[in-house]
């Protein structure tokens, strides 16, 4: 079955309104004949609302990095998810090895966050991913296995269809080291499987699973030639116009994926 890919740029703590509003414009132009694959940018909270009014019309969508783990409140500081939808989200990244890193989230928070996000109509992309010590261990499978189960079990199967995965290996990350498109392929088709073992064949099969770690230019094309990579998460390389219109004009070797 052949899923449609999704290229999504998270531009982490970077980006003014006006250097935002720069870098979507060109995007929004650069991009204006890419049909065939979803196209995503995740800036900060401070500029979603410029940013998606700027790419309205556009095929471009828009997703924020984080969201709380209520629903609303006194939580000073935190952002809802009915406040991203708001400013016009479709999408939400949960989990990024940074908040697990830096601020201490859990399977458990990141699963309770992506049941209030698909309760409010925002796509979730859970992210998953080892470090460099688990991987020199041969502890990758193990960790990928507890992260998937537990962030992105107790769903209906209806409602896991509609999430997202992002597979980044923690040591990939703005290291410049990408994974093998044969390491990444290897766990991606392993959570694929577990997504199956969770929620059946036909929600497997249409869940996309994107890699991200270190994804440039010259190096996506391989990667998504791969069959259970469906796109990816792209950092530093999706703060330059260039770069990130490349990385979306991937050229796969096409017949590859569509098996
Ligand atoms: P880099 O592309 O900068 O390695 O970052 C990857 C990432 O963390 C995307 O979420």
């Known amino acids: 079955m052949a899923r449609r890919?999704?290229?999504?740029?998270?531009?982490?703590?970077?980006?003014?309104?006006?250097?935002?509003?720069?870098?979507?414009?060109?995007?929004?132009?650069?991009?204006?004949?890419?049909?065939?694959?979803?196209i995503l940018v995740a800036p900060p909270f401070t500029v979603l609302a410029v940013v998606a009014e700027v790419l309205k019309g556009s095929q471009i969508t828009v997703g924020a990095q984080n969201m709380n783990d209520n629903v609303q409140g006194a939580f000073t500081g935190e952002v809802s998810g009915a406040l991203l939808k708001d400013v016009g989200c479709s999408h939400v990244i949960l989990g990024h090895s940074?908040?697990?890193?830096?601020?201490?989230?859990?399977?458990?928070?990141?699963?309770?966050?992506?049941?209030?996000?698909?309760?409010?109509?925002?796509?979730?992309?859970?992210?998953?991913?080892?470090?460099?010590r688990e991987r020199e261990e041969?502890?990758?499978?193990?960790?990928?296995?507890?992260q998937v189960k537990e962030s992105l079990g107790g769903l209906a199967p209806i409602q896991a269809n509609k999430v997202v995965v992002a597979y980044e290996p923690v040591w990939a990350i703005g290291t410049?080291?990408?994974?093998?498109?044969?390491?990444?392929?290897?766990?991606?088709?392993?959570?694929?499987?577990?997504?199956?073992?969770?929620?059946?064949?036909?929600?497997?099969?249409?869940?996309?699973?994107?890699y991200g770690g270190s994804v440039k230019p010259?190096?996506?094309?391989?990667?998504?030639?791969?069959?259970?990579?469906?796109?990816?998460?792209?950092?530093?390389?999706?703060?330059?116009?260039?770069?990130f219109t490349r990385i979306v004009r991937y050229q796969a070797v096409l017949s590859a994926r569509a098996r």
Not at 112 to 121: I, R, Y
Not at 184 to 206: D, N, T
């Open 218 to 243: 010259d190096n996506m094309d391989s990667l998504m030639a791969e069959a259970d990579i469906d796109g990816g998460l792209v950092g530093g390389a999706s703060l330059k116009a260039e770069d």
């Open 176 to 210: 410049g080291k990408t994974a093998t498109p044969a390491q990444a392929q290897e766990v991606h088709s392993f959570i694929r499987k577990w997504i199956e073992r969770l929620y059946g064949e036909p929600v497997a099969s249409a869940v996309r699973i994107l």
């Open 98 to 132: 940074e908040r697990r890193q830096y601020y201490g989230e859990t399977d458990a928070l990141v699963n309770k966050k992506l049941k209030l996000a698909l309760d409010v109509g925002l796509t979730p992309i859970v992210c998953v991913g080892e470090l460099l």
């Open 138 to 146: 041969g502890k990758t499978f193990t960790v990928i296995e507890k």
């Open 5 to 38: 890919p999704l290229i999504a740029g998270n531009w982490k703590m970077h980006k003014t309104v006006a250097e935002s509003v720069e870098l979507v414009q060109k995007l929004r132009e650069s991009l204006s004949s890419v049909a065939d694959r979803d």
